[in-house]
């Protein structure tokens, strides 16, 4: 095995590592139980991570990498406005029923305590929350709502709503208080957004 290849050989087990004891610990993680489940010294956390809010800000991306992938695969580009953000629902209300789904719920909501407690680790993970909201505004922007192509402005007013929203019921389902929402609720839902009152103006 080459040095880069053993780099990028812990690079993966820290990752999966923290991703279990984040979960698991909270913000009660430490770096000593993550080293030891990727089985390497927690020098290497700071070799290739620089300290523990470095490693916590890459796992975030490496969480967040594929939803965001995904994105586009679940919201076609024929779509106008209220298809794409009904599909989106959609989406999210599948996520809910996947094997892993609590633990990853576990795993995010450790993640904001985290960054609750930490300043640095704060700022970070807002910054990731923007970019999310970003990329998918960039999904809705120039898709037909009502006879025009939604601008920018409005697709950046939608998409922090409908996060939020899609957030908030996906932990509800998840959490076991509202398991009875279907798709349909979701996507029904998640429409009521698509209006001039929360689009706001051009």
Known sequence: MTRAEAKERNRRALLDAARRIVARDGHQAR?????????????????LFGSKAGLLMELLTDYLGPHYEALEQFVPAGHDVTEAVESFARHYRRLCDQPNAL????????LQDLALRDPELRPRLAASVRAHEQRLAALFTGRRHSGAPLTQRQAERLA???RALMAGLSQGVILGLTQTLSEQYFADTARALTTADVLGPP
């Open 31 to 47: 770096l000593e139980d993550i080293a030891e489940q990727a089985e390497v010294t927690t020098g290497a956390i700071y070799s």
């Open 103 to 110: 633990h990853h719920l576990s795993f995010e909501l450790n």
């Open 160 to 162: 922090i709503a409908l």
